[in-house]
């Protein structure tokens, strides 16, 4: 009887984390996951680490675990700076002769441009995305390892409040009246299952090196709201549609589309975009 390979996840109770743990019977059935939270041990504690994958001695490491709310990385630049740049260096070092996959985000670019390629320079404007760029600097170091960069990501997270969509929903909820959502800010929504089963994908073929995994179309705020509120009818704030320049606040990266050419040609069943998703999925809790 042959001896399954051990995968981490790291960041297991969040959103993407909990996909890539749930999928896993489907999508890697020959691997034994171990699904990573803070129950197991703190990421914080070095030592703590070093010592389960030495026990553990893990084939592969997915990392998902991260600040990744811009708000959070603003109000402890210190902490984003630790859990974002520092627990990653830590766990690409550990892994150094081994498959490790790490995520970016598509927020490392400023916007200007849209439909950025993987080649495209990029320019993050906040510390958020500052720290994701250093680590995937960090990370691209090794040939073996893997840098995905993605985009909104869609769900069902364990907390509630993980996904855009539950974060949507709940601010409308909040909203009494009406909300406003920009029709000039646009990014490449995707459900969380379509990114875990590419990454899970990609990681048994080994890929390395940098690939975008987003939704196949563009789409604003407002049409994304558009979309979404079809299928809460108990939803009644109303949405409204407005200009991203029209609201004080710092710069905001009004177009981080992804350009995901190069990994649609790695992957068996390609990657969807939202309106195409939901249509095929109407009885998906979105």
Known sequence: ???????????????????????????????????????????????????????????????????TAVADGQKNPALARRVNVEVTQLLAELAVDISFAFFSTDLVFDGRKGNYAETDPANPLHLYGETKLTAEGIVRKNPRHLVVRTSLNGGTSPSGNRAFNEQLRRTMQQAGQ?????????????????????????????????????????????????????????????????????????????????????????????LPGLRAWLAANPDETF
């Not at 994958?53 to 675990?65: G, M, N, S, Y």
């Not at 049409?223 to 979404?228: S, V």
């Open 178 to 270: 009406g909300m406003t959502l920009f029709t000039d800010e646009f990014r490449c929504p995707i459900p969380a299952v379509e990114t875990a089963r590419a990454v899970w994908e990609l990681a048994q073929k080994k890929c390395a090196g940098l690939y975008h995994v987003a939704g196949a179309e563009k789409l604003s705020r407002w049409e994304i709201g558009e979309l979404l509120v079809q299928r809460w009818p108990e939803v009644t704030a109303t949405l409204k549609s407005g200009s991203a320049h029209d609201f004080p606040g710092p710069p905001r990266a009004l177009d981080t589309s992804l350009n995901i050419a190069k990994v649609q040609n790695e992957l068996s069943t390609p």
């Open 1 to 67: 009887m042959s001896v399954l390979n051990t995968a981490w996840i790291t960041g297991a109770s969040g959103l993407i984390g909990n996909y890539l743990a749930q999928t896993a019977p489907q999508f890697a059935p020959h691997w034994r996951v171990r699904a990573l939270t803070r129950a197991d041990f703190d990421l914080l504690d070095f030592a703590a680490v070093e010592r389960e994958f030495k026990k553990d001695r893990p084939q592969l490491v997915i990392h998902c675990a991260a600040i």
